[in-house]
Structure formats: C-alpha cells, structure tokens
C-alpha cells in the first residue's frame, strides 16, 4: 500500500486527529491534553461536545444520491493520526470511487460540526483538512474541500483544501510527533487567548514556575496530606 521510502508510523505511535485543533489553538493546551493526560471541561467545551454528540446521533442515510455516514473512523498511517469525521457526505460521481457494499462510484466530502461561529483563525479548517488527508489515504482519491457547520449561525462554510493547507497541517503533525517522542510540554507566552481555555487553571500556575502542570498538581496533592 506504501510506496517505498514512505515513512510509516507504528499504530501505538498515531496521534489523535482532534489534536491539530488543540495544537494550532496553543502548543502548550495540546501537551497538557494529549500527552500529560489533563482535561477541564467549560462551557465551550460542554456545547461542543453536545454538537457533536448530535451529529453523530445515526451512523447513516441515503438521500437519492447523497450517502450520509457519521462517526466514520479514519487514520493515516503516514501522517501517524487516527480519529474520527462528524459526518462524511458521498456524491453519486463517475469520477469518485467504489464503497463496499454500495453501487457505483462516491465522491467523498467530509463536514465538521463546530459550536459557535467561524474562527479568525485556521484552527478548524486545519482540523478538517486533517481529515481529508486521512480519508485521501484510506480510499485512494483526491478531496478538494469539506465544510464546517456553525451550530450558532446555522451555516455551513466551505473550505478548500490547498497545497498551502496541506502543508500547514503536515507540518503540525510532525512537530507534535516530535513532542510526543520526547515527551515535551512547551512553555508558551500567556495571552488574553488564555482566558478562552478550558486549561486555563491548571496551566497559568505552573507555566514559568513548574516543569509541567501535573507536577504542579501532584505537589498541591502531597502537601494538602502531609502531616502537620
């Protein structure tokens, strides 16, 4: 499947697909996610989740020409990322490619569901173009663009994925493998973006002071039961 010199990474070494996001958001959100294991839930968080929880509510339809599948599961095994698109839409096209189980030929566009409204940043298109990438690698065919879908404005924004895009997004990866391989939290400068992270209390106390916030954690924890 792999041509030769193509650098495959070791399924136990893949990365999750969400963390582009969370990467492009801040370097230092992702570590404390994906590799120190911190999570703290806001309400940002709360309703994204609630949006996604409802778009992938039925595992999916045919509309005539149009298949609808949710929560497909996908990875790259050459980009060392795995995880999962909201919905996938698939276009009845001569030009697409074969689905088991399914007559004809598929055009596949991937759509994620994101609260609130669109971003001036790229952070959510890095993330669906993430998703191509691994759904261009699973089945063989080229995907020119997906769409976001705003759960406060009700509308859907298309993005094109451009050499540029896909650039951005292999390069993200790879600097996260390189975090991931050493084990590294980056230290980052705080801004007023801090104040829109679910991470934000466990990360400012620990930030200039403490080699990562769990050991931050794990000493407030000794001291509270220490003896007195």
């Known amino acids: 499947m792999y041509g030769h010199g193509v650098t495959v990474y070791p399924e136990e070494e893949w990365l999750m697909l969400s963390g582009i996001q969370h990467f492009s958001f801040c370097r230092r959100q992702w570590a404390l996610i994906h590799l120190e294991q911190l999570w703290a839930e806001n309400l940002r968080t709360t309703e994204g989740s609630l949006l996604h929880e409802k778009a992938h509510e039925a595992g999916g339809e045919k509309r005539g020409d149009l298949l609808i599948l949710r929560d497909l599961r996908i990875f790259s095994a050459t980009l060392g990322v795995s995880g999962a698109c909201d919905v996938v839409e698939f276009y009845a096209d001569?030009?697409?490619?074969?689905?088991?189980?399914?007559?004809?030929?598929?055009?596949?566009?991937?759509?994620?569901?994101?609260?609130?409204?669109?971003?001036?940043?790229?952070?959510?298109?890095?993330?669906?173009?993430?998703?191509?990438?691994?759904?261009?690698?699973?089945?063989g065919c080229p995907i020119a663009a997906g769409a976001l879908f705003y759960g406060e404005t009700r509308r859907r924004e298309e993005v094109l994925f451009t050499p540029e895009l896909r650039a951005q997004v292999k390069a993200m990866l790879q600097e996260m493998h390189g975090y991931?391989?050493?084990?590294?939290?980056?230290?980052?400068?705080?801004?007023?973006?801090?104040?829109?992270?679910?991470?934000?209390?466990?990360?400012?106390?620990?930030?200039?002071?403490?080699?990562?916030?769990?050991?931050?954690?794990?000493?407030?924890?000794?001291?509270?039961?220490?003896?007195?």
């Open 180 to 228: 991931a391989q050493r084990g590294y939290t980056p230290k980052v400068k705080p801004g007023r973006f801090c104040n829109a992270c679910s991470l934000k209390e466990l990360c400012l106390p620990a930030l200039l002071r403490k080699p990562s916030a769990r050991a931050y954690i794990q000493q407030a924890l000794e001291e509270e039961v220490a003896p007195k």
């Open 94 to 139: 001569e030009a697409g490619v074969p689905l088991a189980g399914r007559e004809g030929h598929w055009r596949p566009y991937p759509v994620e569901y994101k609260r609130g409204r669109a971003k001036e940043n790229d952070a959510d298109r890095l993330q669906l173009c993430g998703q191509a990438l691994c759904l261009e690698e699973m089945l």
